[in-house]
């Protein structure tokens, strides 16, 4: 069984004539397929408009389908659609928290709605609270909190009636870097637990750093559905980040490869995709150039999305 199974899945929105179908609605999504494993950590992207949100808002009821079948954990939205949103967990990219409740108000509230006795629900506020690092801020209300503290506690909501799918709409969408790495943590030990985790993003590292799957959405189509490694295979280039021992003096230039300099120390490397990694240090060693450290660029993902929706080179 799998966590999520779209079929044939299709909305058209009213609009005048001529506004994307011959009756005159917009179609938004058209006749997509895909299945999602149980315990993925998935990634949807696409860029605005692409019908991501149309998506996400069908399977979590906010959106009436057209036409086309949606499964929850095997549960067909249309014949028991109580049961299907019980296993899933929403969080959305605008704040929609009471915010005169404290947290821990709002999440004994929000655990109420799914049956779950104000002592257990107690119980799980506190461990989400604590895991996410904003126990501190039980009690204040929600008004008092930053940015950072109402997205975690937005999170914490989704989870304190433990479903077996979380989805996520850009959830670090406007918090700094730290925060993004310690609720990036708290996702993959999350997901290492079980919970399947549907990620969209505009981060596109976020997506290659924790998604195994992906798909692809544009124009209401999905023109991507594959594993992240083999996506990332079809770059024809790769981009490396070099870290000198010593600084350079001048720009340095390699018949063999691309090379930009960034600073006096760090230098993009560019190799074609049958380019071996030892033809970039033959090319240094033969200068007497050392190198500190190499790491990969984490721009591939961006570079494929651009190919594949056919932006590249129109920006």
Known sequence: MHAIDIAGLRKVYAGGPGNGTARGGFEAIKGIDL????????????????GKSTLIGILASLVRKSSGTCRIMGVDIDKDM????????????EFNLNIFEPPMQI???QAGYYGITPKVARMRAEKYLTQLGIMDKAHTPTR??????????????ALVHEPAILILDEPTAGVDIELRKLIWNFLTQLNASGTTIILTTHYLEEAENLCRNIAIIDHGKIIAHTQMKKLLSRLNQQTYVIELLKPMAGNIRFAEFQAVRRDDYTLEITLRRNQPMNALFTAFNARKIGIRSVREKTNRLEQLFLELTGKLGKA
């Open 82 to 93: 109580p049961r299907a949103k019980s296993y899933l967990g929403l969080v959305p990219q």
């Open 35 to 50: 299945s999602i494993e149980k315990g993925d950590f998935f990634a949807l992207l696409g860029p605005n408009g692409a």
């Open 107 to 109: 999440l004994i509230n």
């Open 144 to 157: 008092m909190l930053s940015g950072g503290m109402k997205r975690r506690l937005m999170i914490a909501r």
